[in-house]
C-alpha cells in the first residue's frame, strides 16, 4: 500500500524566504506525481506536474524534483509573499490509476 | 490549466433528505472523475472512482447505496447523498485528468446536514 508523507507539517516564515516542502513516497512505480495548493475552504489547485520519467519542473518562482528511486519529491519556493500562505499537497499516481495524497504542509508566510 | 466546475459550493440541508452535488469539466473531456470527501485538517479521502457508461468503484468503507454516483458523459459526473444525517457533513471535492495525467479538482461542495 501506497504512503505518502509530507514534512515538516507546518511551516512559518518571514516574507521574502526561500523554503523547501518535501514529500516522500513508499512504492517507488508511480506513473507521475503532482503538487498542489489548497486555500482553507477550498478545493485544490494544480501547481505541478512531474511525470515518472522527468527529474524536475518549473513554474515562476515553483520548482519541484523527483528522485522516484529513492522515493522523493521537493518543492522549491523562491522568494515566498504573504500569497502563498496555504496547504501544499503531494500526490502520486500508481498502479490502477490509484492516487494518493501526502498528509500535507500548512505554510505561512508572514510579513 | 483545465477547468473543473463544481455546483453548488455550499448547501445546507435537513436531515434525511437527498443532495446532489455536480462535478463538470468545462474545456476537456474526463472518462474518469474522482470524489473525495475531507474533514477539516485532514487530507482528501478518496470515496469513489467515476467511469463514465459504468458503474462508479467504490472505495472500502464506503457506503455505494448512501453515496450515488452517475457519470452519465465525458464531461459531467454527480454525487447524491441520499437520506442525508448530519454525520454526512462535510467538504465534498471532485476531480478529474486530463489527457496528460494531469488532475484538476473542482472547487469544493461544503454539505452541512441539520
Known amino acids: 500500500k501506497q504512503e505518502v508523507t509530507q514534512i515538516p507539517a507546518a511551516l512559518s516564515v518571514p516574507e521574502g524566504e526561500n523554503l523547501v516542502l518535501n514529500c516522500s513516497f513508499t512504492d517507488s512505480a508511480i506513473y507521475n506525481l503532482q503538487w498542489f495548493r489548497q486555500d482553507p475552504g477550498k478545493g485544490l489547485t494544480s501547481l505541478l506536474l512531474i511525470q515518472s520519467s522527468q527529474r524536475e519542473q518549473t513554474s515562476g518562482r515553483l520548482n519541484a524534483s523527483l528522485d522516484k528511486s529513492s522515493g522523493r519529491s521537493t518543492l522549491y519556493i523562491a522568494a515566498s509573499q504573504p500569497g502563498d500562505s496555504a496547504t501544499y499537497l503531494c500526490?502520486?499516481?500508481?498502479?490502477?490509476?490509484?492516487?494518493?495524497f501526502g498528509t500535507g504542509t500548512q505554510l505561512k508566510v508572514e510579513l | 490549466g483545465a477547468v473543473v466546475s463544481q455546483h453548488p459550493s455550499w448547501v445546507i440541508c435537513k436531515s434525511g433528505t437527498s443532495v446532489k452535488i455536480e462535478c463538470r469539466s468545462l474545456?476537456?473531456?474526463?472518462?474518469?472523475m474522482f470524489w473525495y470527501r475531507q474533514f477539516p485538517k485532514q487530507s482528501l479521502m478518496l470515496m469513489a472512482t467515476s467511469n463514465e457508461g459504468s458503474k462508479a468503484t467504490y472505495e472500502q468503507g464506503v457506503e455505494k447505496d448512501k453515496f450515488l454516483i452517475n457519470h452519465a458523459s465525458l464531461t459531467l459526473s454527480t454525487l447524491t447523498v441520499t437520506s442525508a444525517h448530519p454525520e454526512d457533513s462535510s467538504f465534498y471535492i471532485c476531480?478529474?485528468?486530463?489527457?496528460?495525467?494531469?488532475?484538476?479538482f473542482g472547487e469544493g461542495s461544503r454539505l452541512t446536514v441539520l
Open positions: 500526490a502520486v499516481t500508481g498502479g490502477g490509476n490509484k492516487l494518493t
Open positions: 476531480s478529474a485528468r486530463d489527457y496528460t495525467g494531469e488532475l484538476f
Open positions: 474545456d476537456f473531456q474526463a472518462t474518469t
